[in-house]
């Protein structure tokens, strides 16, 4: 899914760059996309960063950078990707490509979190939340501050999964807690799953965990009503 949102900006607004000082610009530049077509991403790198460093104000140079960041995240680069995206917004505020840039940020965030690259590993949620609620934030605002952008079907997919690896997070704690029979601590994180992320796949086990800790607190009506809801 990535790849092919990501293929289709870098075909369109993007292209090539640089290997050698002798080249042309556009030699340099039609010598980059190439290896980009060919999804030969390590030559595309070096034929890129040799035209950003051979022509660092030529007519490419904003092109360069967007490239640069898809390749880097071909190569499984996210922190790459992601310090030159956030240099980028930054410095060029107001470039027409700037909805592609937040979602390559976030992307980046989402990736470094989950520390696997195409998908959340199942060891993720038991990691530090924060990284992975940047990048739920990032795609948010991607969605908010471009509503038309064509990226925003692909965020949405992301912020679910990112739901999901928060929900297992809460869901893990709550299940720790229970085992070590603290079930007030238990039932706190329950809640949190079944109030926060429902309609994620974890929302079953943490209402279990909940009645479960209903009962053991001495409140078999709460218990009763939960698991009639």
């Known amino acids: 899914m990535r790849l092919t949102v990501i293929t289709a900006i870098s075909l369109s607004l993007l292209t090539g760059c640089a290997t050698n000082q002798y080249y042309s610009e556009d030699e340099l530049y039609q010598r980059a996309q190439e290896a980009v077509e060919a999804e030969n991403y390590e030559t595309a790198e070096i034929e890129l960063d040799s035209l950003a460093e051979n022509f660092p104000f030529g007519r490419y140079a904003q092109q360069v950078e967007l490239q640069l960041m898809y390749v880097e995240l071909q190569q499984n680069k996210p922190q790459s990707a ?3 995206a956030q240099r ?11 909805d592609y840039v937040y ?3 976030a992307l980046s965030q989402f990736e470094m979190a989950a520390g696997n690259r195409g998908g959340w590993s199942n060891a993720a949620s038991k990691r530090d939340l924060e990284p992975v609620r940047e990048a739920y934030d990032g795609f948010a ?3 908010e501050q471009y509503p038309d952008s064509d990226y925003n079907n692909d965020a949405r997919t992301y912020m679910a999964a990112a739901r999901s690896i928060m929900a297992e ?4 704690t709550a299940s720790y807690y229970a085992r070590k029979g603290a079930w007030a601590a238990a039932l706190s994180n329950a ?3 079944l109030q926060d992320y429902p309609g994620t796949r974890h ?3 943490a209402k279990e965990i909940a009645i479960e800790a209903y009962r053991e607190l001495g409140s078999p009506d709460l218990a009763a009503e939960l698991a009639a809801s």
Do not use: K, S, W
């Not at 980028?88 to 700037?98: G, N, T, V």
């Open 82 to 84: 992601l310090l030159r």
């Open 88 to 98: 980028f917004i930054r410095l060029q505020p107001d470039h027409p490509a700037l």
């Open 103 to 105: 979602f390559v940020r």
């Open 141 to 143: 605002r991607l969605i």
């Open 169 to 172: 997070h809460q869901l893990n």
């Open 191 to 193: 809640q949190a799953v």
């Open 203 to 205: 929302t079953q086990a």
